[in-house]
C-alpha cells in the first residue's frame, strides 16, 4: 500500500489532455517537493518533472506540473501516442525518513 | 553519457544473501547520492535506500532495514546492496539511481536494473 495516492489508470484520445492527480500527507508533499516519472514496460523510470514543476531539459513541455497542500498533479497536454506508459509522483517524507511513491497510473491513448 | 549499470541479481533461496552493484560512468560519481528502488513485477516502486556523499547518511526502508546494507566505493565508482536474510517479498527488479542529494531530491538517472528472484 503506498503512501502517496494515484489513480490506477487515466485515459485520452490523441491530442487532449491527461491529468494525474497524486494525494499525500503533512509529512511529504506539504513540506516537501514532488517529483514525476515515467516508466515504459520492462525500462528503467525516466524523470519527467522535478520541484513540482521543473521540466528536465529534453522533456516536451506538453508536460506540466503543480502543487497545492498535499496534493500534486502532472498534466499532459496535446496527448500523443508515445505518452501511454506508467507514470509514478515521487517525494520525501520526513516521518518515515525516506522516499515515498504513488501506486503508479497507467496513461492509455485511445 | 551517464551510465548506470546494475549487476549481481539472480535465483536465491529464502534466508540467501546477494550483493548487487551499480558501476556507474561518465560523471564524478562522488558528487552524488545514490539509492535503490525496487519495482515488484507488474507493480510500483519501492524505495529501498540511499546514501549520501562521503557515506555519511544513510536510510532504509523499514522492510529491509537489519538485512540489507548500502555502501559504496568512489575510487570504483561503485555502488552495493548487500542482501541478507532474503525473503520471498524481496523478489523484485532493483534499481540504482543518482541524486544531488537525499531529502528534497530527485533521480535523474537511472540504470536499467537487475532483478532477484527469492524463491525455493
Known amino acids: 500500500q503506498s503512501v502517496l495516492t494515484q489513480p490506477p489508470s487515466a485515459s485520452g484520445t490523441p491530442g487532449q489532455g491527461v491529468t494525474i492527480s497524486c494525494s499525500g500527507g503533512s509529512s511529504n508533499i506539504a513540506v516537501n517537493t514532488v517529483n514525476w516519472y515515467q516508466q515504459f514496460p520492462g525500462t528503467a523510470p525516466k524523470l519527467r518533472i522535478h520541484n513540482n514543476d521543473r521540466r528536465p531539459s529534453g522533456v516536451p513541455d506538453r508536460f506540466s506540473g503543480s502543487k497545492s497542500g498535499t496534493s500534486a498533479s502532472l498534466a499532459i497536454s496535446g496527448l500523443q501516442s508515445e505518452d501511454e506508459a506508467d507514470y509514478y509522483c515521487?517525494?520525501?517524507?520526513?516521518?518515515?525518513?525516506?522516499?515515498?511513491f504513488g501506486s503508479g497510473t497507467k496513461v492509455t491513448v485511445l | 553519457e551517464v551510465q548506470l549499470v546494475e549487476s549481481g541479481g539472480g535465483l536465491v533461496r529464502p534466508g540467501g544473501s546477494l550483493r548487487l552493484s551499480c558501476a556507474a560512468s561518465a560523471f564524478t560519481f562522488s558528487n552524488y547520492c545514490m539509492t535503490w528502488v525496487r519495482q515488484t513485477p507488474g507493480e510500483g516502486l519501492e524505495w529501498v535506500a540511499s546514501i549520501s556523499w562521503g557515506s555519511t547518511f544513510i536510510y532504509y526502508v523499514d522492510s529491509v532495514r537489519g538485512r540489507f546494507s548500502i555502501s559504496r566505493d568512489d575510487a570504483k565508482n561503485s555502488l552495493f546492496l548487500q542482501m541478507n536474510n532474503l525473503r520471498a517479498e524481496d523478489t523484485a527488479v532493483y534499481y540504482c539511481?543518482?541524486?544531488?542529494?537525499?531529502?528534497?531530491?530527485?533521480?535523474?538517472?537511472w540504470g536499467q536494473g537487475t532483478l532477484i528472484t527469492v524463491s525455493s
Open positions: 539511481a543518482r541524486s544531488l542529494g537525499i531529502g528534497n531530491h530527485y533521480f535523474d538517472y
Open positions: 515521487a517525494a520525501w517524507d520526513n516521518s518515515l525518513n525516506g522516499y515515498v
